[in-house]
């Protein structure tokens, strides 16, 4: 069965920075396209940032934009999201998903999902 499993979380003072990582199992890592969201306590999920399957394009919301950056290492089956500056707001479990045909800032647009990581910044 296909597996997503994030790491990295953590709690990082305001300002800071915290790199998460989710590596896949289960899947051909290379042809999917992969998106990280992110959910607060009583909030929907919603959109952070997306990578193409090469690497080549990526996508971010505007909230993170400039402070954030995915990356992928195809050899590794794993993709990273580099989380600088970071903030109060961006206190939520950060949740890393797989997309086969397409890819965008809705989860439906996804086929597999992690757990998640929490990650909790201090004001």
């Known amino acids: 069965q296909v597996q997503l499993v994030e790491s990295g979380g953590g709690l990082v003072q305001a300002g800071g920075s915290l790199r998460l990582s989710c590596t896949a199992s289960?899947?051909?890592?290379?042809?999917?396209?992969m998106g990280w969201f992110r959910q607060a306590p009583g909030k929907e999920r919603e959109f952070v940032a997306a990578i193409t399957r090469s690497a080549g394009i990526t996508d971010y919301a505007d909230s993170v934009k400039g402070r954030f950056t995915i990356s992928r290492d195809n050899a590794k089956n794993t993709v990273y999201l580099q989380m600088n500056s970071l903030k109060f707001e961006d206190t939520a479990v950060y949740i890393c998903a797989a997309a086969r045909l397409r890819s965008g800032r809705r989860r439906e647009e996804y086929d597999y999902w992690g757990q998640g990581t929490q990650v909790t910044v201090s004001s």
């Open positions: 289960g899947l051909i890592f290379s042809i999917y396209a």
